[in-house]
């Protein structure tokens, strides 16, 4: 910084102090609210075209009127099992609850009541809890669904003495989660201030000069959120990490500015009292320093930015906030130094000769160093390369351990857990994407198969989908079922076979004795026939010889006597016949017979009582005797007729007998072949053979219908499968789940009427699955972008490619140890499951940035302090004189740190002890022995391929790098 400009600045320090907090006033007024931003911020951060998202627009197609965004759960519980009063309270408020789907971002409401066929699904075998599913039409994280779960909330309230009622589900944890990260945050800030404070007061033992940092960050602070909430418009991420890292790395490496910028002034002001010309003279010789130290931490936080995980992204703010301070380190604390003067120390004075002294402990660290640099090297790696081991890289993504046990979402969710099964809460949901529509018989049946494979997976519970609505499979679909079924009727068509057989061979029966009646009266005819011919000749005689009709009309009558005897015999044969087989009534010969029988009948009563007038009435009778001779001749003809149609109707009956007979075996031959049938399908059910059969006509039954609408789009080719879980949706177990399941959705695709369909898995364990595989391979990605834009940073300061290069495989030497001992503490000690999945990332990132610093104070005064005698006494005068600064920082940064510690996060206290740990260790054993070894073993090779630097003049306070870096060291004293 220019003299010039540093006068300038002292004279305008009321317009510096106040334009500084204009600015700040305005940030509030007119910059958007960062926290309101973080809470309406889905934290995850899942690209766009990542299976999870795709998923979830896919499914959105299927039904769109129906589909939620996200839900809340009610758990309704009692110990001992619920009461019928508890079941009408429950039935009250899905109704009640039900009223408002449509408004206020409810969209609707599923319980035992709305679905009575469901109940099973709503209320636990052991009848403690049950369950009402609340969804919602927007996001877990929009503000109308955050307000919708506090009108839900309300509406719960004044449940039945004794019962217990808690929200869970995704909208719910969502709101807990954010609601214990701010709550968090508040403690983590008001934590930091006060240990900031107390550290200051220490370091200062004045209540002034603390007062200039707060200032200086307090102001830096709130502009740095109103400029990061602004920010956000463009597409710069934010999370709740954002607003916790701005506090502790802004209060940490701001608060060491201040202190190097306030200690310097002190001792400047030492020489003449002139607060004008000391500030010139820190600004000159500080200002370098802090502007180094500021730009590593910058350049770390801003390369941040081309990370492709949006959580990591949202670390970026903090390089905002690190400019903001670095410059109202350079100008308001300046101007405040100025207002303060020397009543900044009040209430020590100001007394002539106060300085710098030289570390004792940091030259013995020195000499050793010097003496013994591949020993202090061998130990080094012996001692901490096996802790380094200890860091196995396991990671939880369990969101519950993010939030206090004692919020109802996660006791909801452990009620749930224990009497359904996490797997009720966050159910799998998987997308299918098909060219082809899925409504056919075919597709359906191979979603069925897979459906089938899905459920047999060792961490399914169940699988429900189109064919399988509520959750099993439909049994009267099933082969197996069917073979039942048709068994069945087999069964029943073989006993009416076997009863019609039956039937035919008592009718051949019948027929038998038929034939025998048949034959009697075809003799009966043939003989009437005979006699009416006799007639007729006697008739004949009768008409040829008039004079003997007297003598044979006793005759005549006697015959026709006979006659009518034979006809009415005659005639009640035919009456048996027609009445035992109707049927020959049809036939035009017997409707002839019976005719001309019913006439002979007639012509014999009249001959038979005309037979006595005879003698009397010969005269008269004569013609009609001629008439009967020729009736009796028809009479004969139609007699013959008849015998000989009873004759073929004898015939006919025959055939028809050996026909009954035929068709009793054929019916025999068939009732065998269905009971060898049914005996074929009850083997294949024995079998268990899997199969499923589709019929058209329950295709189209309302019931499928219905299940294809709420599953399948309408035009087919996208359809949805809820998967619930038998693991903890959070656990590795599920993680494994998930791809278990979409490579047995794929396999059983192969070769059916679904080949080549895609799947795409949503839910909370997909999510996971799929920050897991981000996270990681992004942490590699964006580690090697920081550790790059540092290296240019120290090459550019130190003018050196190898000591650059041994600095940054130091802070990652020490990363793996630090994470090692982490490791061991929370995982293997605490009895955790894992990391949080964040943790690694951001305390290398914050451990490589902020410790580099420490590298800075070092090496650049080992740069300055290089004589002619050579490397050893260059490192012994940097350590001495920097290694109070570097502790003294370590101190400071580690203190912030450690309030993330007490902000009940999980994920923060990880942090927290994770930078802890690696900067004191970072501070005191690398910085201390490790780093000095490195520099004494290489010796000149420091400086390759640049050269040795030029030597210095002589330390006279006039500017050089030393003099900003070595102020801090009175914090130590």
Not at 440 to 459: F, I, M, Y
Not at 681 to 686: E, K, L, N, P, T
Not at 805 to 811: A, E, G, I, T, W
Request: glycine fraction near 10%.
């Amino acid at each position: 910084m220019t003299e010039r400009f540093i006068r300038g600045l002292a004279r305008a320090k009321w317009v510096v102090l106040i334009g500084w907090l204009a600015i700040a006033v305005a940030s509030m007024l007119a910059l958007p609210d960062l926290a309101a931003i973080v809470r309406e911020t889905e934290q995850k951060f899942i690209p766009a075209d990542s299976d999870s998202v795709v998923a979830k627009q896919l499914m959105e197609r299927i039904n769109p009127e129906t589909t939620t965004k996200s839900s809340a759960i009610l758990v309704y519980s009692r110990e001992g099992g619920l009461t019928e009063q508890d079941r009408d309270w429950l039935k009250g408020k899905a109704e009640e609850l039900g009223k408002l789907s449509g408004k206020d971002g409810f969209k609707s409401v599923q319980s035992a009541y709305e679905t009575p066929e469901l109940a099973e699904k709503f209320r636990s075998k052991d009848g403690t809890t049950e369950l009402l599913i609340v969804g919602f039409a927007r996001a877990d994280n929009d503000v109308l669904t955050q307000e919708a779960v506090d009108t839900l909330a309300s509406k719960v309230k004044g449940a039945p003495s004794g019962s217990k009622v808690e929200l869970t589900g995704s909208a719910p944890i969502g709101k807990d989660f954010q609601s214990s990260s701010e709550e968090g945050l508040k403690k983590t800030e008001l934590l930091t201030v006060i240990l900031v404070l107390v550290i200051l007061l220490i370091v200062f033992r004045s209540p002034v000069a603390p007062l200039i940092p707060l200032i200086t960050i307090g102001i830096s602070l709130v502009i740095t959120r109103g400029l990061v909430a602004a920010a956000t418009e463009f597409g710069m991420p934010v999370s709740s990490f954002t607003q916790s890292f701005l506090i502790a790395v802004l209060f940490g490496a701001g608060t060491d500015y201040c202190i190097l910028l306030i200690q310097r002034f002190r001792e400047e002001l030492n020489r003449d009292g002139d607060k004008v010309e000391a500030l010139v003279r820190t600004m000159r010789t500080v200002g370098k320093t802090v502007a180094f130290s500021a730009s590593t931490v910058f350049v770390a936080f801003f390369l941040i930015g081309f990370a492709q995980f949006g959580l990591y992204q949202s670390a970026v703010g903090v390089s905002i906030g690190v400019a903001v301070t670095l410059i109202a380190g350079l100008t308001l604390t300046p101007a405040l130094l100025m207002v303060f003067g020397k009543a900044t120390f009040w209430p020590s004075k100001v007394a002539d000769g106060q300085g710098h002294g030289e570390s004792k402990l940091w030259g013995a660290m020195a000499s050793l160093a010097a003496r013994r640099p591949v020993a202090i090297l061998l130990v080094a790696v012996l001692l901490l390369a096996p802790i380094t081991l200890l860091y196995q890289g396991k990671r939880s993504f369990d969101d519950l351990a993010e939030i206090n046990p004692e919020y109802g979402s996660v006791q909801g969710f452990r009620q749930v857990e224990r009497s359904f099964g996490a797997g009720e809460v966050f159910p799998l949901s998987v997308a299918i994407s098909s060219a082809d529509s899925m409504r056919s018989p075919d597709a359906l049946a191979a979603l069925e198969t897979a459906s089938a494979n899905v459920a047999k997976l060792e961490g399914v519970k169940e699988v429900r989908s189109a064919v399988r609505p509520l959750g099993e499979q439909l049994a009267d679909l099933t082969v197996s079922s069917q073979l039942t079924q048709t068994s069945d009727a087999l069964q029943q068509m073989k006993d009416g076979v076997d009863q019609v057989s039956g039937g035919l061979l008592s009718a051949d029966s019948s027929i038998t004795s038929g034939q025998a009646d048949i034959r009697k009266l075809t003799g009966g005819l043939r003989t009437m026939a005979d006699k009416t011919s006799e007639a007729q000749q006697g008739l004949k005689q009768i008409y040829g010889g008039m004079q003997q009709a007297s003598e044979g009309a006793g005759r005549i009558a006697g015959g026709l006597k006979e006659s009518a005897a034979v006809s009415d015999s005659m005639d009640v044969d035919l009456q048996a016949l027609l009445k035992k087989y109707p049927e020959l009534a049809k036939e035009a010969a017997m409707q002839q017979l019976l005719g001309k029988q019913q006439g002979l009948a007639g012509g014999l009563m009249e001959l038979s009582s005309g037979a006595n007038q005879l003698s009397a009435s010969f005269e008269q009778l004569n013609p009609g005797i001629g008439k009967a001779a020729d009736g009796l001749g028809q009479l004969a003809d139609g007699q013959k007729q008849a015998a000989d149609g009873t004759a073929k109707l004898e015939g006919g009956m025959q055939q028809l007998s050996v026909g009954l007979k035929d068709g009793a075996k054929g019916l025999g031959d068939i009732s065998k072949g269905l009971a060898s049938v049914k005996e074929a399908q009850q083997a294949i059910g024995a079998s268990q053979i899997p199969g499923w059969n589709l019929p058209q006509a329950a295709l189209d039954s309302p019931e499928l219908q219905q299940a294809l609408d709420y599953y399948i789009s309408e035009d087919g080719k996208t359809a949805k499968l809820d998967v619930v879980l038998a693991v903890n949706p959070y656990s590795p177990e599920a993680l494994t789940t998930v791809d278990q399941i979409r490579e047995s959705l794929m396999h059983s695709f192969e070769g059916s009427a679904m080949e080549g369909a895609r799947v795409y898995a949503s839910g909370t364990s997909a999510q996971i699955l799929e920050l897991k595989d981000i996270s990681k391979s992004d942490f590699t990605r964006t580690g090697t972008f920081v550790l790059i834009g540092i290296f240019i940073v120290l090459m550019i300061l130190l003018r050196s490619i190898l000591a650059p290069l041994y600095v940054l495989l130091s802070l990652g030497f020490n990363f793996l140890v630090t994470m090692g001992i982490v490791e061991f503490i929370f995982v293997d000690l605490l009895g955790k499951e894992g990391l949080s999945w964040s943790a690694s990332f951001f305390v290398f990132l914050i451990i490589v940035a902020l410790g580099v610093d420490y590298s800075i104070f070092l090496m650049a005064r080992f740069k300055e302090e290089y004589r002619p005698r050579g490397i050893t006494y260059a490192m012994t005068k940097a350590m001495t004189t920097t290694g109070g600064v570097i502790i003294s920082a370590a101190v400071i940064m580690g203190g912030t740190f450690a309030a993330l510690m007490l902000s009940g996060v999980n994920t923060l206290l990880q942090i927290g002890a994770g930078i802890v740990i690696g900067l004191i260790l970072y501070a005191t054993v690398f910085m201390g022995l490790v780093i000095p070894a490195l520099a004494n073993l290489f010796g000149e090779a420091n400086w390759w391929p640049f050269g040795k630097p030029a030597a210095a003049a002589e330390q006279t306070g006039s500017g050089s790098d030393s003099e900003g870096s070595r102020i801090l060291e009175q914090a130590a004293d």
